[in-house]
């Protein structure tokens, strides 16, 4: 079975400044996909960035970065210029790619963000 | 981008009521949906998979007749928490998959805003 393990529980950055939030996930299979998600405190799930595994090249979107290492099973989130915004519940998640529409979203146990001003 | 709307945003039930939680995706199709419940500072545990007009797939532990899941239609499906007890209360969420395909054979899949069930 799929497995998701974030092993940072909380996390503390300075406005303006870089963190990386860490993941690593068990998988037997080649192709998934790999996402972050930002759950603030309204609790709406947002998406922040996807990894499609096939692809070698890190995805980014603006000021978030991944660092997708696909044979240590290992896929970091960097948060680039940290904003007050940015605080809030971070997980990791795992999807097979393959198989149909049901397939099922694992999530991590959550990273919680704090920025300080 | 596509929006997945819940209703009630949150409800408080005595115990031994009946509560339905309304998820539609009110600018795509959704033939499939997920529910799922969020304890505080938890992560999301899946409880249920609907695909509109079959019988929804349940996840081990989740007991069906307590939580029934009705898909009736490609924009609606509903969570209908029956005899509710006080250990039901939670943050509920439900999220759609759109018919669109990503590259790689995937696909988009898009959360409600939750809904948060006291049960008095």
């Known amino acids: 079975a799929q497995t998701v393990t974030q092993s940072q529980p909380e996390m503390s950055v300075q406005e303006a400044e870089t963190v990386t939030l860490s993941c690593t996930y068990d998988?037997?299979?080649?192709?998934?996909?790999l996402f972050w998600y930002k759950q603030p405190p309204s609790r709406q799930m947002i998406l922040v960035i996807r990894?499609?595994?096939?692809?070698?090249q890190n995805a980014t979107e603006n000021r978030f970065s991944v660092n997708f290492q696909k044979a240590a099973k290992s896929f970091s989130l960097k948060i680039s210029d940290s904003q007050l915004g940015d605080a809030a519940m971070y997980f990791c998640?795992?999807?097979?790619?393959?198989?149909?529409?049901?397939?099922?979203?694992?999530f991590g146990t959550g990273t919680l963000l704090a920025v300080q001003p | 981008g596509a929006v997945v709307s819940q209703h009630p945003s949150w409800v408080i039930c005595k115990s031994g009521t009946s509560v339905k939680i309304e998820c539609r995706s009110l600018?795509?199709?959704?033939?499939?949906m997920f529910w799922y419940r969020q304890f505080p500072k938890q992560s999301l545990m899946l409880m249920a998979t609907?695909?509109?007009?079959?019988?929804?797939?349940?996840e081990q532990g989740v007991e069906k007749d307590k939580f029934l899941i009705n898909h009736a239609s490609l924009t609606l499906s509903t969570l209908t928490v029956t005899s509710a007890h006080p250990e039901d209360s939670s943050f509920y969420i439900c999220?759609?998959?759109?018919?669109?395909?990503?590259?790689?054979?995937?696909?988009?899949?898009?959360f409600g805003p939750g809904t948060r069930l006291t049960v008095t």
């Open positions: 999220s759609a998959r759109d018919g669109s395909v990503l590259a790689g054979g995937g696909y988009e899949q898009y």
């Open positions: 998988t037997s299979e080649s192709d998934y996909y």
């Open positions: 990894q499609e595994a096939y692809k070698q």
């Open positions: 998640a795992y999807r097979r790619g393959y198989g149909g529409a049901t397939n099922k979203l694992i």
């Open positions: 600018d795509f199709q959704a033939t499939t």
């Open positions: 609907s695909n509109e007009g079959s019988k929804a797939t349940y």
